[in-house]
């Protein structure tokens, strides 16, 4: 710690025991989590409270993770602040594809697309700051230049930051099913959110979503099936088989060995015809 960044609690600290163990630092009140990393709230107060699919998972960050944030963050992280348009060919230095991908966990399935298809750039969203962590690392180890790590709100991000039809496809792979009926209305999957991302999407874009609570699922495949700005890829509709670009999972795995079903849907952004001049 520099000097100037001294407190007295700093001044007053007994010197590190004997041996060279040093001792935990303990963060003010006030003091950021990760000074250079994501904001803990970037969005604050700009915008209105609604019903959110999301809450922030408090979890132990490694050192590995907490390294990442720090180093990284102000190279490849986003935080959702909602305060302007992202020029997505600057954020990624390429006028590459963008794919939105909302909910990534702990990054690893991320990690892999983004390796398998080098000419997609993936735009990663979460609030879970261990993921956000090791995502960075991933891309960093794996020299993965077309993932960019977004903190915060995708519905601020999607409204707020993102032009119309900018984005070459929506991934949303086992969000939270919020299971209980009287927390049905928190899922992401609804009419408004496709709406929303609908003006965000390309002609031809691909929404694709997984998961493995099929109550879920069927909720998801009716709201997709009647909206009016997407069709089902399956002919005849339905459940599409899991495409090779959707990697298999430790976790997922670990649910199909206890008999769980996993359902893809995979739906496309349809362009609307003009109707023909009258008169």
Known sequence: MSDSHRTPEAEAAPPPPPGGASLRHVRAKGEPRFPDGPKADPAGSHFERRIRSFQPRRSRVTAGQADALQRLWGVWGLDIDGQRVIDLAALFGNVRPVVLEVGFGMGEATARMAAADPD????????????????????????????????????????????????????????????????????????????????????????????????????????????????????????????????????????????????????????????????
């Open 120 to 279: 997609t750039n993936i735009l990663a969203v979460d609030v879970h700051t261990p993921g956000q962590g090791n995502l960075l690392g991933l891309a960093e180890r794996k020299g993965l230049s077309n993932i960019r790590v977004g903190n915060g709100d995708a519905i601020i991000l999607l409204r707020e930051m993102l032009a119309p039809g900018s984005l070459a496809g929506l991934r949303i792979y086992f969000p939270d099913p919020w299971p209980k009926k009287r927390h049905h209305k928190r899922r992401l999957i609804q009419p408004e959110f496709l709406t929303l991302a609908a003006t965000r999407l390309a002609p031809g874009a691909v929404v694709h979503c997984a998961t493995d609570w099929e109550p879920y699922a069927e909720q998801m495949l009716d709201v997709l099936t009647a909206h009016p700005d997407f069709e089902n890829t399956v002919p005849g509709g339905g459940f599409a088989p899991r495409p090779d670009h959707r990697p298999l999972t430790r976790f997922e795995g670990q649910g199909l060995d206890k008999g769980h079903v996993v359902n893809d849907l995979l739906f496309r952004r349809v362009q609307h015809k003009e109707p023909p001049p009258t008169g």
